[in-house]
């Protein structure tokens, strides 16, 4: 058995890739994380094969596969220790994966993992803000017409206004914390 690897939020984002239109995870990574071998964990999800429709968790397909290595850049299968072609889980495979591997090591490992998918979501959606009103910004200046010339200061500050929305939506909101709160001795 290999030992868990400390799992940042910078190590869990790099083994994170765009597969069918999805954010997934490679059994082997996630494996590498828990602290388990590639083939205990997807024994594990075998055992366990009604928890993971196709929806949570899926086998690559040579393209795939091919298109994934060129995602890493490596070309040597041999190199990757591969023999077939991996398992990929979604976020809702990841999570399930808790009910499966039941340890301290994985159910931690889950929760930062859910955490970087919660933030990457989150970013998305920041990121689609900003767009529309890019656009909407745009189409403002369309329909100002062709009279309308910009100077390189209304440019640098239009610029200056979208940095500021960005920063504010990357800004992590502060939540309550959760539990038993000890009164003070009166």
Request: hydrophobic share 40%.
């Amino acid at each position: 058995m290999s030992k868990a690897m400390a799992v940042s939020e910078n190590i869990v984002i790099s083994k994170i890739y765009l597969i069918r239109g999805q954010k997934v995870m490679l059994d082997r990574d996630l494996a590498e994380m828990y602290g388990v071998e590639t083939r205990v964990l997807n024994q594990a999800v075998k055992r366990n094969a009604k928890r993971f429709p196709e929806d949570f968790m899926f086998q690559l397909t040579e393209k795939e596969m091919e298109d994934w290595k060129s995602q890493i850049v490596i070309s040597n299968r041999e190199k990757m220790g591969l023999r077939k072609a991996p398992f990929v889980f979604t976020e809702q495979g990841v999570a399930m994966l808790s009910s499966v591997l039941n340890s301290d090591t994985a159910i931690d490992v889950n929760i930062r993992i859910m955490r970087v998918f919660t933030k990457l979501r989150e970013a998305l959606l920041a990121n689609q803000d900003i767009l529309l009103k890019l656009e909407q910004l745009d189409k403002k200046i369309i329909n100002m017409g062709h009279d309308v010339k910009m100077h390189d200061g209304e440019i640098e500050t239009i610029f200056e206004l979208i940095k500021e929305i960005m920063e504010e939506k990357m800004r992590p909101k502060p939540r309550n914390p959760i539990g038993f709160k000890p009164q003070p001795p009166k």
